[in-house]
């Protein structure tokens, strides 16, 4: 889908009000900013969840290189920086929408196991998936038969390539011989904090009459499945006019 993102550049009016309804179908996790061991969830969306929301209904799945240049025009044209997401999303809505007065449901709180990935070199121990390839010589890894690391061929640690398929017990090798088999990112269970809202989200948002009319048609006929938060929180959606 083309999209002209022109409008964008003209004056900011809020002279239509409407109600964003939000329903929660799955349990949420809206992690304002990218936290240490525990992840946290915020009890509501934040203003920038709420416009990335939007914006994945309007279908405005643009390259990051291309936010960046709006993003840059923006800034000359209201002489303001962009107001960004803790995890650093820029939002391009953001002079031209804005959100007032809420309704936030009682809540049910609790916490879960998530994988994270996380790029590095532990992605031996902490991948479960790599090339079937590699299947003889990680079953002789888990059986203690040989080893696997990144320590120096003086220690032992084989760099040749032809001992994925030609080991024998007692034999070290290096992890750059396999790391190409793998994907490269480990995965990490975190602890994360979920909400189960027991009713829905309302919001009072301002915004033009043309842009009410985008949002009304996109929230009506989403171009993408609708999310807060982690990318399985699944919500549905109301949109109406109020002024």
Known sequence: MTVDFKFLLKEPDFSVRGKLTIEAIAPLSM?????????????????????????????WHISVKERNELGKKLKKKFGTELGKSGVGFVSLLQFHLRFGTSCLPPLLHFDDYWTQHLRGGGFIGGSRNYDNRLIPLMNAQRGGQINIGDQSEE???????????????????????VRDLFPQYYSSPTPREYILPKGKYKFVVETSNALAEMIGEAIENPAAPLYLGSNDGWIEAEWEVLT
């Open 155 to 177: 220690k032992g640690f084989s760099k040749d390539p032809n001992k994925i398929n030609d080991f024998k017990d007692g034999d070290g090798v290096h992890v750059n011989v």
């Open 31 to 59: 992690v304002a900013s990218l936290p240490g061991k525990y992840y946290r969830s915020q009890p509501e969306p934040t203003p920038q969840m709420l416009y990335g929301m939007i914006e994945n209904a309007l279908g």
